[in-house]
T-cell receptor, first 112, second 113 residues
Framework: ETGVTQSPTHLIKTRGQQVTLRCSSQ?????VSWYQQALGQGPQFIFQ???????GRGNFPPRFSGLQFPNYSSELNVNALELDDSALYLC???????????FGQGTRLTVV | SQELEQSPQSLIVQEGKNLTINCTSS?????LYWYKQKYGEGLIFLMM?????EEKSHEKITAKLDEKKQQSSLHITASQPSHAGIYLC?????????????FGQGTTLQVKP
C-alpha cells in the first residue's frame, strides 16, 4: 500500500455537472500530479501541484482545475462535464526532485 | 513531444515461462518508470531507471535501460499468475525528476496456470 488515498472510488455524474475529486498524498511528499486514464490507454498528465501552486499542465482545457492544501493534499475539479470525461482519474504523490512517484487507487468517473 | 511505444500490446504466457516487454521512446529518457496495474485500479510502482545501462531487479522482475537511454525492457522470469496485469512504462520528459510523466499505452499480460 502506497499511502496515497483518493476519494471517492466511483461516481456517476450527468453531462454539464461539476465534480470534485480528492487525493491525500503520502507522508513526506510535497508534490501531487493528476492523470486521466481512458479505457485501454495509458494515463495522461493533467497537471501538477507543488507548494500549493500549479506547476505544469498537460493538454487539458481550463475547465479542469485543481487545488493543493497546506498539508499537500489536493483536489481536482472538472466543470461542465462531457461524456468523454468518463475515465479513471489517478493522483500521484512525490517529493520534488525525487525518484519515486506513488499512485492512489484512482477514482472511476462515469458521465452519463 | 515525446512518445512511448510499448510492445507487445498483449501477451499470453504459460505459467513458468519467461517474458519480455519493451518500451521505446522517441527521445532521450531522463527517467524511466515501470508500473503494474490491475484492471481499473491504481498503479503499483515497480522500479525507476535513470542511468544508461542501468539494470534493477525486484523478485523475479528485471528492468534495463539501454546505453542510449531510448529503450527499456522489463523481463519476468518464471512467470506466475500473480504477475498478470497491465504493465506501463512511464517517462519523465524533463531532466531533474519533475514527476510529470508520460506513459506508454500499456502491455496486458495473462499468465495461464
Amino acid at each position: 500500500e502506497t499511502g496515497v488515498t483518493q476519494s471517492p472510488t466511483h461516481l456517476i455524474k450527468t453531462r454539464g455537472q461539476q465534480v470534485t475529486l480528492r487525493c491525500s498524498s503520502q507522508s513526506g511528499h510535497n508534490t501531487v500530479s493528476w492523470y486521466q486514464q481512458a479505457l485501454g490507454q495509458g494515463p495522461q498528465f493533467i497537471f501538477q501541484y507543488y507548494r500549493e501552486e500549479e506547476n505544469g499542465r498537460g493538454n487539458f482545457p481550463p475547465r479542469f482545475s485543481g487545488l493543493q492544501f497546506p498539508n499537500y493534499s489536493s483536489e481536482l475539479n472538472v466543470n461542465a462535464l462531457e461524456l468523454d470525461d468518463s475515465a479513471l482519474y489517478l493522483c500521484a504523490s512525490s517529493y520534488a526532485g525525487g525518484t519515486e512517484a506513488f499512485f492512489g487507487q484512482g477514482t472511476r468517473l462515469t458521465v452519463v | 513531444s515525446q512518445e512511448l511505444e510499448q510492445s507487445p500490446q498483449s501477451l499470453i504466457v504459460q505459467e513458468g515461462k519467461n517474458l519480455t516487454i519493451n518500451c521505446t521512446s522517441s527521445k532521450t529518457l531522463y527517467g524511466l518508470y515501470w508500473y503494474k496495474q490491475k484492471y481499473g485500479e491504481g498503479l503499483i510502482f515497480l522500479m525507476m531507471l535513470q542511468k544508461g545501462g542501468e539494470e534493477k531487479s525486484h523478485e523475479k522482475i528485471t528492468a534495463k535501460l539501454d546505453e542510449k537511454k531510448q529503450q527499456s525492457s522489463l523481463h519476468i522470469t518464471a512467470s506466475q499468475p500473480s504477475h498478470a496485469g497491465i504493465y506501463l512504462c512511464g517517462a519523465d520528459p524533463f531532466s531533474g525528476n519533475t514527476g510529470k510523466l508520460i506513459f506508454g499505452q500499456g502491455t496486458t499480460l495473462q499468465v495461464k496456470p
